[in-house]
C-alpha cells in the first residue's frame, strides 16, 4: 500500500521560510509515468493545488504561490519537497502530498492542480504564519 507522510510544518512569522517533505513509500521511477503534488486547505476553505511535478520535471504553480514555492523531487531518497519562501498569513493551511502512480505512458492529468488527479494522499502537516 503507498504512504505519503509529510513533515516539515511548523509555526512562522510573515516573510519567512519553510521546506515541507514528503516520503513516500513507493518509488516513482518503478512506474513509467508519475505527478506528485501539494495541496492545502484553510480552515473553512475547499482544498486547493499548490504546486505539481511529474516524471519529466514538468511543474505547475497555483498562481498564488508563484515565485515564492518551489516544488522538487530527490529521487535517491525517495522524497519530495516544497520550498517556501516569503511566507505570508494567507498561507496558512494544512498542507497535504498527493501523488499518482500509472504504467501509462503519462499520468493524462488535464488539471494537474486539481484534486481529482491524485489518487493517493498524506495525513497533512500545519503550517502557521503570523504577521
Known amino acids: 500500500r503507498v504512504q505519503l507522510v509529510e513533515s516539515g510544518g511548523g509555526s512562522v512569522q510573515s516573510g519567512g521560510s519553510l521546506t515541507l517533505s514528503c516520503a513516500s513509500s513507493e518509488y516513482p521511477y518503478v512506474y513509467s509515468s508519475y505527478i506528485m503534488g501539494w495541496f492545502r486547505q484553510a480552515p473553512g476553505k475547499q482544498r486547493e493545488g499548490v504546486a505539481s511535478i511529474d516524471n519529466d520535471g514538468n511543474t505547475n504553480y497555483a498562481d498564488s504561490v508563484k515565485g515564492r514555492f518551489t516544488i522538487s523531487r530527490d529521487n535517491a531518497k525517495n522524497i519530495l519537497y516544497l520550498q517556501m519562501h516569503s511566507l505570508e498569513p494567507g498561507d496558512t493551511a494544512i498542507y497535504y502530498c498527493?501523488?499518482?502512480?500509472?504504467?501509462?505512458?503519462?499520468?493524462?492529468?488535464?488539471?494537474?492542480?486539481?484534486?481529482?488527479?491524485?489518487?493517493?494522499w498524506g495525513q497533512g502537516t500545519q503550517v502557521t504564519v503570523s504577521s
Open positions: 498527493a501523488a499518482t502512480y500509472t504504467w501509462e505512458s503519462s499520468v493524462k492529468a488535464t488539471n494537474p492542480l486539481a484534486n481529482h488527479e491524485y489518487n493517493y
